[in-house]
C-alpha cells in the first residue's frame, strides 16, 4: 500500500495543506491554500482539518496510509504543548494546535515544528547541495525576519522549539525604534517589510530628505505606502527611500554576519516576501561578504543564496519534517 506524509502550514495569512506519497517526490505534491481564519483560537486548526479532509477524499486518500502530519506554524510554538503562544499576527494568548488534530486522527503521529526551523528542513530536503547540508541556515524576510539552523548536521531547536530567532538580535541598543516584541534596535524593526514601511512613515514625518518621488507613487496617502513603494522609489531615485532601503540592506548585513559568526555556515539561503525586491537587498549583501566580509563576520563568509521553494519554503519543511522523524534521521538527533 502506498503511504503518504501530510504537511501544514500555518502563518499569519495564509494556511497551507500538503499530502504526498511518503518517497516525497515533489510532482506528487497535492496542496489546498486557503486564508488564515482568526475568529476564535481553535479556527485556525479547524481550518487545517477541513482541507486535510477535503485532500484527503479527493486523492483517495486513506487516513490509515498517513504516516505522519508535520505541521509548520509561525511562533512561538510550545512543542510540549502542542501549542503556540504570544503570537503577535494571529491574535490569540494560546492557540492549540496537537489536542484537536489527535482528537481528529487519533492514529497518526503529529510532529510540530515553528515554521522558520521547518523551513530550513525543506531547504535541507529539496534543495541544499550535499556539500552545504551539514551547515545550513535559511532566512526570511517578510512581515518579521526568521531564521532556521542546521549546525553540524543537526537541527537547533532550543529548550521549546524557538531556536535562531534571528530577526531579534539587537543591532541598534541605543535605538528609539521598538520592535513588535518590546526591545529596542532589532535586526527585524529595520529590514522586515513592517520595518521598512514605519522606517519610513517616520522619515517621513521628520521632513528631513526630500520623498517626493514616493509621495508621487501613492499620491500622498501615507497609508498607501509599503515596503514595496519604498523599494520603488528607491529604484527611482527617491533620496528619503534610498536612506531606508540603505539602512535595510545594512542591518541585514549585521544581522547576517552573525549568523555566521555564531553557526559558521557553509550557506545562508534567503526567502520571504521581501525578496520581491531580492536585487536591492541581496545584491549589496552578497557584494559585502565577496569584498570585505570581516567588517561583519570573524568567520570565513557564507554563500548566500535564494531559495527557489518561494512561499512552499514552510509547507516543504512540514513535509520533510515527517519524512526525517520517521526514518531517525540524525540531523532531529
Ligand atoms: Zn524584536
Given at each position: 500500500?502506498?503511504?503518504?506524509?501530510?504537511?501544514?502550514?500555518?502563518?499569519?495569512?495564509?494556511?497551507?495543506?500538503?499530502?504526498?506519497?511518503?518517497?516525497?517526490?515533489?510532482?506528487?505534491?497535492?496542496?489546498?491554500?486557503?486564508?488564515?481564519?482568526?475568529?476564535?483560537?481553535?479556527?485556525?486548526?479547524?481550518?487545517v482539518i477541513q482541507l486535510?479532509?477535503?485532500?484527503?477524499?479527493?486523492?483517495?486518500?486513506?487516513?490509515?496510509?498517513?504516516?505522519?502530519?508535520?505541521?509548520?506554524?509561525?511562533?512561538?510554538?510550545?512543542?510540549?504543548?502542542?501549542?503556540?503562544?504570544?503570537?503577535?499576527?494571529?491574535?490569540?494568548?494560546?492557540?492549540?494546535?496537537?489536542?484537536?488534530?489527535?482528537?481528529?486522527?487519533?492514529?497518526?503521529?503529529?510532529?510540530?515544528?515553528?515554521?522558520?526551523?521547518?523551513?530550513?528542513?525543506?531547504?535541507?530536503?529539496?534543495?541544499?547541495?550535499?556539500?552545504?547540508?551539514?551547515?545550513?541556515?535559511?532566512?526570511?524576510?517578510?512581515?518579521?525576519?526568521?531564521?532556521?539552523?542546521?549546525?553540524?548536521?543537526?537541527?537547533?531547536?532550543?529548550?521549546?522549539?524557538?531556536?535562531?530567532?534571528?530577526?531579534?538580535?539587537?543591532?541598534?541598543?541605543?535605538?528609539?525604534?521598538?520592535?513588535?516584541?518590546?526591545?529596542?534596535?532589532?535586526?527585524?524593526?529595520?529590514?522586515?517589510?513592517?520595518?521598512?514601511?514605519?522606517?519610513?512613515?517616520?522619515?517621513?514625518?521628520?521632513?528631513?530628505?526630500?520623498?517626493?518621488?514616493?509621495?508621487?507613487?501613492?499620491?500622498?496617502?501615507?497609508?498607501?505606502?509599503?515596503?514595496?513603494?519604498?523599494?520603488?522609489?528607491?529604484?527611482?531615485?527617491?533620496?528619503?527611500?534610498?536612506?531606508?532601503?540603505?539602512?535595510?540592506?545594512?542591518?541585514?548585513?549585521?544581522?547576517?554576519?552573525?549568523?555566521?559568526?555564531?553557526?559558521?555556515?557553509?550557506?545562508?539561503?534567503?526567502?520571504?516576501?521581501?525578496?520581491?525586491?531580492?536585487?536591492?537587498?541581496?545584491?549589496?549583501?552578497?557584494?559585502?561578504f565577496k569584498k570585505n566580509?570581516?567588517?561583519?563576520?570573524?568567520?570565513?563568509?557564507?554563500?548566500?543564496?535564494?531559495?527557489?521553494?518561494?512561499?512552499?519554503?514552510?509547507?516543504?519543511?512540514?513535509?520533510?519534517l515527517v519524512k526525517y522523524?520517521?526514518?531517525?534521521?540524525?540531523?532531529?538527533?
Amino acid at each position: 500500500m502506498e503511504k503518504y506524509i501530510v504537511g501544514v502550514d500555518i502563518g499569519g495569512t495564509w494556511i497551507r495543506v500538503a499530502t504526498c506519497t511518503s518517497d516525497l517526490k515533489e510532482e506528487n505534491i497535492k496542496l489546498k491554500t486557503t486564508r488564515t481564519l482568526k475568529e476564535n483560537k481553535f479556527s485556525i486548526i479547524h481550518t487545517v482539518i477541513q482541507l486535510m479532509s477535503e485532500l484527503l477524499s479527493e486523492n483517495g486518500i486513506d487516513v490509515n496510509n498517513i504516516i505522519g502530519i508535520g505541521l509548520a506554524s509561525a511562533g512561538p510554538i510550545d512543542l510540549e504543548k502542542g501549542e503556540l503562544f504570544n503570537n503577535v499576527n494571529l491574535g490569540f494568548k494560546v492557540i492549540p494546535l496537537r489536542k484537536p488534530l489527535e482528537e481528529k486522527f487519533p492514529d497518526i503521529p503529529i510532529y510540530l515544528i515553528n515554521d522558520c526551523n521547518g523551513a530550513v528542513l525543506g531547504v535541507h530536503y529539496f534543495e541544499a547541495e550535499e556539500d552545504e547540508k551539514d551547515n545550513l541556515v535559511y532566512v526570511t524576510i517578510s512581515t518579521g525576519i526568521g531564521g532556521g539552523v542546521i549546525c553540524n548536521g543537526h537541527l537547533m531547536l532550543g529548550k521549546e522549539g524557538n531556536a535562531a530567532e534571528v530577526g531579534h538580535v539587537i543591532v541598534e541598543p541605543r535605538s528609539k525604534i521598538t520592535c513588535n516584541c518590546g526591545a529596542h534596535g532589532c535586526w527585524e524593526a529595520y529590514s522586515s517589510g513592517t520595518g521598512v514601511q514605519l522606517r519610513a512613515l517616520e522619515a517621513i514625518k521628520e521632513e528631513k530628505l526630500n520623498a517626493e518621488v514616493l509621495l508621487g507613487i501613492v499620491n500622498n496617502d501615507l497609508y498607501k505606502i509599503t515596503a514595496k513603494e519604498v523599494f520603488q522609489a528607491a529604484r527611482e531615485g527617491d533620496i528619503l527611500s534610498q536612506k531606508v532601503v540603505d539602512d535595510c540592506v545594512f542591518y541585514t548585513q549585521i544581522g547576517t554576519g552573525a549568523i555566521n559568526n555564531f553557526y559558521d555556515s557553509t550557506s545562508i539561503y534567503f526567502g520571504g516576501a521581501m525578496m520581491k525586491d531580492k536585487e536591492q537587498i541581496i545584491s549589496p549583501l552578497i557584494e559585502q561578504f565577496k569584498k570585505n566580509p570581516i567588517k561583519f563576520t570573524i568567520n570565513h563568509p557564507p554563500k548566500i543564496k535564494m531559495t527557489v521553494l518561494g512561499d512552499e519554503v514552510g509547507l516543504r519543511g512540514a513535509l520533510a519534517l515527517v519524512k526525517y522523524k520517521t526514518e531517525n534521521n540524525p540531523i532531529l538527533l
